[in-house]
């Protein structure tokens, strides 16, 4: 009865975000890196990204009326109701370094 809880819990945890899993297992296998490294490598790189575009990028409306007119365009063009904002990601080709395996 134990090992099922605890095959239970393993495949609860495991399946709530599989795919952020299988990429990090993914990069660490490819690079040959450990999978905390990996972990730090892309938090270090998200949190660059995000202090080098956020100024520029990420302006926050000032007042309620500006996160209304965001929110209205939003539910106007892309049919996005009780939506203030929205953001898109890209996929990007990541080569291993010459002497990694």
Known sequence: MKEEKKENRSVKESSSKPF???YKASLSINFRLGHSSVCNIIKETC???WQALQPEYDKSP???QDWM???DDLEKIWNFSNCIGAIDGKHIVIQAPSNAG
């Open 20 to 22: 952020i899993r299988l």
């Open 47 to 49: 949190c660059a990204i």
């Open 62 to 64: 000032d007042s309620p």
């Open 69 to 71: 007119k965001n929110s």
